[in-house]
């Protein structure tokens, strides 16, 4: 079964240009995706901890997806970068 839950909570440090992911994993195997709007992967990683540093300075400026997988749980959260 697939579940999809907003139960994460994303904050963008522009100066930095890191975007900040809160979500506790629930499996040992979570992970996250962000994506383009038209679904191409950008960047990928595991999440281990509740709070996740992503850096974006290699991102333009526009609309992205944020997809978290973990477990049976699929997660997404849209987000834009604006500098």
């Given at each position: 079964m697939i579940g999809t839950?907003?139960?994460?909570t994303?904050?963008?440090?522009?100066c930095k240009s890191f975007?900040?992911?809160n979500y506790t994993p629930q499996?040992?195997?979570t992970v996250y995706d962000i994506c383009s709007m038209n679904?191409?992967?950008?960047k990928t990683d595991k999440i281990s901890e509740s709070i996740t540093e992503v850096d974006i300075?290699?991102?333009e400026n526009s609309k992205y997806v944020l997809l978290i997988l973990d477990g049976d749980r699929v997660i997404n959260q849209?987000?834009?970068v604006m500098r």
């Open positions: 839950e907003n139960e994460v994303v904050a963008i440090s522009y975007l900040y992911l499996t040992d195997r679904g191409r992967i950008l300075s290699g991102l849209e987000f834009t």
